[in-house]
Structures are given as C-alpha cells and as structure tokens.
C-alpha cells in the first residue's frame, strides 16, 4: 500500500474511533434509547478503532521516511549505498534494551481493552450466549500467555543491561570473512547452553485463500546460515569483548532493504541460563 494509501485507509478508522469515543465521554449527545450498552463500553470501543487507525497512520509514515531514504541511492561507494539502505551508525549496532518490553505491553493492553467489551457481554450483561461465554474465556486464555510474554520480556531488560554489536569494518563485504565483535552485557551468568548466529534471510508476504477468506503471512527464509556453539566449559565475562568470524557461502545476497523481497543479515544470541534467558537479535551490514 502506498504512504498516500496508507493514510486513507486509516482516515475512516480514526474518524469513527473519535467519534464513538465522543460519545461515550457524554462530548457528543445522542438519544439514550439508541444506546444499548454502558457508555465505558463506547469509550473503549472508540478508543479500539482509533488507535487502530492511528497505527496504520504510524506505518504508512515509516514506509514514506523508508523510501525516501531508499530513493537517495545514487552510487558513490559501499558505504553510501548502505547508508542510503538503512540508517546505520558506521561504529555498531545497539537494539533498544526497553523495545522488546513496549512491543510486548503494546498488544497486552490493547487486547485487555479489546477483551473487555466483549468480556462484560459474555460475563456481566444478562444476555451473554453461552457460546459467547466459551468463546471470550478462550481468549482471555490468549490474554494470560499475551501478558505472560511481557512480564518475560520485562525480567530480560531488568536483568540484562543494553547490548551491542561492534562493527570490525563498514559496511561489511559479502566476498570476505565478516568479523562480528560481541561486548558481553552485565547480567550473564555462566550459561548452560549458548549459541551464535550469524544468518542471511529473505522476507516476503504471502497470501493464502481459503473458500472466500485470504489472510497474509510475512515469511523469513534463510538463505545461509553460520553458527558458533558455546563450550560448555567457557564463560563470558560481562565487559569483556568475544570475536566471531563467519566466510559467507557463495549463494548468500547482499543487504537489500528494499528489494521486492527484502534481503537482511542479522546475529542472534540465545544464551540459556538460570532464571530470564538472554536472547537478542542485532543487524548486520553486509553489502556488495
């Protein structure tokens, strides 16, 4: 969908979110005896559509701020056509300690506010199917395991300080050994079991029907891969800086965010220990 595309489709979404919202604070006046069922109820209904709109709104403007920077690669070099890519800093890569937590509470609260009108419905007006009942209660299921993966995510933040991923040069060359450097965050204990992956993915939608009904997937597939298994016997010590070398194999591609399908390298660490594992996944700039 285009940026311009973008916003309209969120238009209607705000517009009738804050209309309905309006509503349910007593802003906008309406006759009682349209309104069948507690005016909280409109209030959180409205406030649904209208962060739903407001959300298309805020990934239509990433998109245009993407492309934007996408359309400025006029050659001048590997490292001008990484940066024009993606706005790379040139000394490392540093993912937010707190994203990880704000995108878990994000769709935990939304699905509580969503949950709650069709919650009171089910539970708490008088004429809640019994359906309706077994239905709201599988979800609400849902919502534990939502919130559950938040308090996770939380543990990993407080646990762990911020982590990063140095550079060695920039950007790096897919026809050359990459040399990834791993300072080791405060917080790790001695690991039970521990992996490095260094790995080339394509990303694209794909549709799917069935009957009347098509749903969108996105799908990653990884093109190559290189992995280092931690020793059972070693120990990362918090400050101290590990080195990783991957030689890349011939039919790895080089960084294309905006490629029809884009093409990504990314490092993972999966590091399992007692209490909160430390997981996280950093990008990497390997580029023709």
Aim: glycine fraction near 8%; include cysteine.
């Amino acid at each position: 969908m285009s940026t311009a595309g973008g916003l309209l489709f969120g238009l209607p979404f705000v517009s009738m979110g804050a209309f309905i919202t309006l509503i349910g604070l007593g802003l906008i006046h309406v006759d009682p005896k349209t309104v069948h069922a507690p005016y909280w109820v409109l209030t959180v209904c409205g406030l649904c559509f209208f962060g739903a709109g407001l959300a298309v709104w805020s990934a239509a403007i990433r998109q245009f701020i993407s492309n934007r920077r996408g359309a400025q690669t006029t050659g001048g070099g590997p490292e001008a056509v990484a940066l024009a890519d993606y706005d790379w800093n040139k000394r490392g890569y540093q993912p937010s300690r707190w994203s990880k937590v704000f995108k878990a509470l994000g769709p935990a609260v939304a699905l509580t506010v969503f949950l709650s009108i069709f919650n009171w419905w089910a539970f708490f007006s008088k004429g809640g199917p019994f359906m309706v009942k077994c239905i709201v209660g599988l979800f609400d299921l849902i919502l534990v395991a939502v919130w559950g993966n938040f308090f996770l995510m939380l543990a990993r933040a407080l646990r762990f300080s911020d982590s990063r991923l140095d550079f060695a040069r920039f950007p790096y060359s897919i026809s050359q050994p990459i040399l990834i450097r791993w300072p080791v965050p405060s917080g790790i204990s001695k690991p039970v079991k521990g992996s490095f992956t260094l790995r080339c993915l394509e990303e694209w939608w794909e549709t799917t029907t069935t009957g009347k009904n098509n749903s969108r997937c996105l799908v990653k597939e990884e093109i190559w891969s290189g992995n280092w298994q931690l020793d059972p016997a070693d120990e990362l010590l918090p400050g101290k800086t590990r080195e990783f070398s991957f030689a890349p194999a011939a039919e790895a591609l080089p960084t294309n965010f905006h490629a029809p399908k884009p093409i990504c390298w990314e490092f993972e660490v999966k590091l399992e220990m007692s209490g909160p594992d430390f997981v996280e996944t950093y990008l990497v700039p390997v580029y023709q």
